[in-house]
């Protein structure tokens, strides 16, 4: 339904000037009182008191549980490029063309960086913990193509900064890393909205009015029209008319809901039509038109809100990348220390290998004086290449561990040189206590709560909600438009002498209109002949129902959204509670590994003197040595556990960057310039690359004849 108030005064020349002031007086003193009643209906229909069991959202942020504040980083910090591309690329008063120009982003690097060449020596890589983190922020997937949403969210700045709405970026973290964290971090803050069997389901994320168009515009017309008509009535003769046109336009938007459209219009008309007064005839109009939103789509703020929510959609991205180093990091130190297990393990079963070796070598030749049964010698062969099994199994997970690094840490392995180098560990572990774990739960889960990027995101969406709910409740008032316009038009040139009807000239008499195109603008801007006045469009939707329903579903988006950050905190409570638990556990595992490890140590020597006397048998040293064998994959395994769990407990206060040194901006930029210094590591004693062994062995036979006494 559409209601059109319209008040136009159009001044003749038979008019008086003091006709036209008086006129002009009563005019906007009707204006001030229309333009005073809509902003006492927008006003109090945007300030309406919230219906039964609805709460608005500034109220409903002040209900959530009590916790401390989020510490909220500044859209400025981080930027990957050189160039910030929430600024425009050319500016009016410097170099214009620019911003007519593509913007070209250099390819992505393929190549590894420096730091992996650096570190092959004698064909191996040598790779300490801080090394394996320094080259994973240099040259892991995962993090470059985040990395490309920090500049991805800085265009939603510079679109919406024009007036455009926002396209959004992807929060999420990227995951596709093979190896290392079994982590359940919670994912990036969403809309609160769900993804249905059927498909994407759909937030009103921008629901509301569009905002005016920020950025001004020009344009213009050119034309030139050469027309030859035939004769078809009296009315109507034969003539040839030359026609120029050149128009030009300008169009601005306001924040305030403001719009200004500017025309202005130029023809020149030549003709041989005898019937015109003017030829050739000069015309320019001229208009400007001011339009302003009084109900829906009035004001600053619901004009600048897509601004608002891309700045904290800034923040949502830049809390996104923290977490995506948090995770990236964590998962490579898990991945490290699954290389050091492997290592080890590989170790000893070499270990284990060598003694069983040995103790067949020697009942062999006790088997020689006839001090052994020859059933003896078949049992430790079977020994020696179960043994040889176990250490192949090793070596297989240990070339494994090796390429699951590389690929983790490197970003081209093509290179045949790196893809057959096996890496050498360098670091080990310390179970030194470290003040996490006797620092009581509840200032652990504080601390999580204030750091953890996870819920800076959540915070950050739900100011974003609200401002998609604050949008959809201003699209629920009516539109009324106030305008008002300035004109004027002029028509002059060479009169036509030549001009008459029936034999009767019909030339004006006296005309004092201009004959050249600068008295006919001259004459556009004296009013000379104005055209001005001012209106209102007023637009009621009876039914309203699609803004119904987009104020209905944001508010519930927004109760999700509440639903949600409150759900975070339980989430992240329970596992800084369960990784501290597991870290006190996985030392007391340790402790009691290397008990026993020392223990079977102990009793694998002893028995090896017994037999020396006689007093023990080779299938008590053998169960003795197996038992030892189990006690160093025990310990191998706790150790494994103990380095992970601690890395993780440091991933779920959102710790890791301050106790590894890490700089973020360095991270951002993908050159790290300081190394990482984690913690809690030593160098390992025994680097040398690991043995391999023939994938089979042939049992010995014993001797045909065996001695008398057997």
């Not at 069983?356 to 062999?364: F, G, H, V």
């Not at 600068?518 to 055209?531: H, R, W």
Request: net charge neutral; proline share 5%; with cysteine.
């Amino acid at each position: 339904m559409h209601l059109f108030g319209i008040c136009i005064f159009e001044q003749q020349q038979k008019y008086a000037v003091s006709r036209r002031d008086q006129a002009g007086k009563r005019l906007c003193a009707v204006a001030a009182v229309l333009l005073a009643c809509a902003v006492g209906i927008s006003s109090g229909y945007a300030q309406q008191t919230p219906g039964a069991g609805e709460t608005a959202p500034d109220k409903a942020a002040s209900e959530l549980p009590s916790a401390p504040s989020v510490v909220l980083t500044e859209p400025v910090n981080l930027r990957p490029s050189l160039r910030d591309f929430s600024k425009p690329a050319g500016r009016l008063l410097g170099i214009p063309f620019k911003m007519y120009i593509p913007t070209s982003i250099d390819k992505a690097s393929f190549a590894n960086s420096v730091r992996l060449t650096d570190l092959v020596k004698d064909g191996k890589i040598y790779l300490s913990l801080s090394d394996a983190l320094a080259l994973a922020l240099e040259n892991n997937f995962d993090i470059a193509i985040a990395r490309y949403n920090l500049d991805i969210a800085d265009t939603d700045v510079l679109r919406t900064r024009a007036g455009g709405t926002v396209r959004g970026v992807n929060s999420g973290v990227v995951a596709n890393t093979l190896g290392g964290s079994t982590s359940t971090l919670a994912s990036g803050g969403g809309p609160g909205g769900t993804s249905g069997s059927s498909g994407l389901v759909l937030s009103t994320s921008g629901a509301g009015p569009t905002p005016e168009n920020l950025d001004p515009s020009v344009g213009g017309t050119v034309q030139f029209d050469r027309d030859k008509t035939q004769q078809t009535s009296l009315f109507s003769p034969a003539s040839k008319t030359n026609t120029e046109q050149y128009n030009f336009n300008f169009t601005q938007g306001f924040t305030p809901g403001t719009s200004l459209a500017i025309n202005w219009n130029n023809s020149r008309i030549a003709t041989n039509n005898s019937l015109t007064s003017y030829t050739p005839e000069l015309s320019s109009t001229f208009k400007a038109t001011v339009t302003q939103h009084l109900l829906q789509g009035a004001g600053i703020w619901v004009n600048k809100r897509f601004m608002y929510q891309a700045l904290n959609d800034r923040r949502i991205t830049d809390a996104s990348f923290r977490q995506q180093i948090l995770y990236t990091v964590n998962q490579v130190e898990n991945i490290y220390w699954g290389l050091v297990q492997a290592y080890e393990d590989v170790q000893a079963k070499q270990r284990a290998l060598a003694q069983s070796t040995k103790l067949a070598s020697d009942d062999r030749k006790q088997l020689e004086i006839g001090t052994v049964a020859p059933l003896q010698v078949v049992q430790d062969d079977s020994n020696v290449n179960s043994d040889k099994q176990l250490l192949i199994a090793a070596q297989s997970s240990l070339n494994y561990q090796q390429q699951v690094i590389k690929q983790a840490v490197a970003r081209n392995l093509n290179d045949a040189a790196l893809s057959i180098a096996p890496v050498i560990p360098t670091d080990r572990v310390t179970v030194e206590e470290i003040p996490e774990e006797k620092q009581p739960v509840e200032e652990l889960v504080q601390e999580a709560f204030q750091h953890r990027p996870e819920l800076e995101q959540a915070v950050l969406q739900l100011k974003n909600n609200e401002i998609t709910l604050k949008g959809a409740r201003n699209a629920l008032l009516p539109t009324l438009d106030a305008y008002g316009y300035y004109g004027a038009s002029v028509i002059g040139g060479a009169v036509n002498q030549n001009c008459n009807f029936g034999g009767i000239s019909c030339v004006v008499q006296g005309n004092a209109a201009p004959t050249g195109f600068g008295g006919v603008v001259q004459d556009l801007g004296n009013s000379t002949a104005p055209d001005k006045g001012i209106g209102f469009n007023l637009t009621i939707p009876l039914r309203n129902r699609t803004a119904q329903a987009d104020q209905v579903r944001s508010l519930i988006e927004y109760r999700q959204s509440e639903l949600r950050l409150e759900q975070q905190y339980t989430q992240i409570r329970m596992q800084v509670v369960n990784a501290q638990y597991a870290l006190i556990n996985d030392r007391a595992q340790v402790q009691a590994a290397m008990a026993a490890r020392d223990y079977n140590k102990q009793n694998v020597e002893a028995e090896y003197t017994k037999l020396h006397l006689g007093a023990s048998t080779t299938a008590t040293v053998m169960l003795q040595e197996r038992g030892l064998a189990n006690a160093e994959d025990a310990l191998i395994a706790a150790n494994a556990a103990y380095a992970k769990d601690r890395a993780g407990l440091y991933q779920m206060l959102a710790s890791t960057l301050q106790h590894y040194g890490i700089n973020l901006n360095e991270a951002a930029s993908g050159e790290v310039k300081t190394a990482p210094m984690v913690p809690g590591v030593k160098p390992a004693k025994d680097t040398k690359e690991p043995t391999t062994v023939p994938p089979t062995v042939a049992p010995a036979n014993p001797p045909a004849n065996p001695p008398a006494n057997q």
